[in-house]
């Protein structure tokens, strides 16, 4: 168990709908990223938050948006869903601000969209 | 561009018979490489970092080396619960991210 935790566990949806995805990440750390792992495509670093704030962005679509709150919990909204988007989407949290810092993975949300 | 490419993509193993993955890669300026272990639906569990040519870490049956181009994950007499997906990758370059590999698919059979 890594610490991380991430909900749901899965989700079934439309295409055209909005979903959003939570993560908390370890007790202390600063940092969450978010990750898209689709079969063909391997991991893909999506974006992430350092204390609040974007620190960095990946190859995030325009219909995609995060935010870290003030308890450092994050959410990423998804929305206008294709089948495409379909997915695991993982959360992991590392400690401050050194980007190569070991990132601790969550056990991920499974997107389905029909 | 900066990449990270893993081989092989599958490997089947006998319990107890000992191998490598290769995970190399080209990265500029690169300031960790880090290897991970993911089974099937689940997220990727840390296992080692290496922060510069030469270094060695070990964990069990496992041994990660790190060169200049690339790194060796050693597994040791393997058992079947050493399947999994192990996963590499390197935080550097142009794009200050993390940059996976896609992954060796390991399977042990008794």
């Known amino acids: 168990d890594s610490g991380v935790t991430q909900t749901p566990k899965h989700l079934i949806t439309a295409t055209g709908q909005r979903v959003t995805l939570r993560c908390s990440p370890r007790s202390g750390d600063l940092s969450v990223y978010w990750y898209q792992q689709s079969l063909d495509q391997g991991l893909q670093f999506l974006i992430q938050y350092y204390n609040g704030e974007e620190r960095a962005k990946g190859n995030i679509l325009e219909r995609f948006s995060a935010q870290q709150f003030p308890d450092l919990h994050s959410e990423l909204n998804l929305s206008s869903l294709e089948l495409g988007d379909s997915a695991l989407y993982f959360c992991a949290s590392s400690g401050g601000l050194a980007d190569w810092e070991t990132q601790y993975f969550g056990p991920g949300t499974r997107l389905l969209v029909l | 561009e900066d990449q990270v490419t893993q081989s092989p993509e599958a490997l089947r193993l006998q319990e107890g018979e000992s191998s490598s993955l290769n995970c190399s890669y080209t990265?500029?300026?690169?300031?960790?490489l880090f290897w991970y272990r993911q089974d099937p639906g689940k997220g990727p569990e840390f296992l080692f970092t290496l922060y510069s040519a030469g270094e060695e870490k070990e964990k069990e049956r496992l041994k990660a080396t790190l060169t200049k181009k690339e790194s060796f994950l050693h597994i040791t007499a393997p058992k079947p619960e050493d399947s999994a997906t192990y996963l590499c990758a390197c935080y550097g370059g142009s794009q200050g991210n993390l940059i996976f590999g896609k992954g060796t698919k390991l399977s042990v059979k008794p």
């Open positions: 990265v500029s300026g690169l300031r960790g």
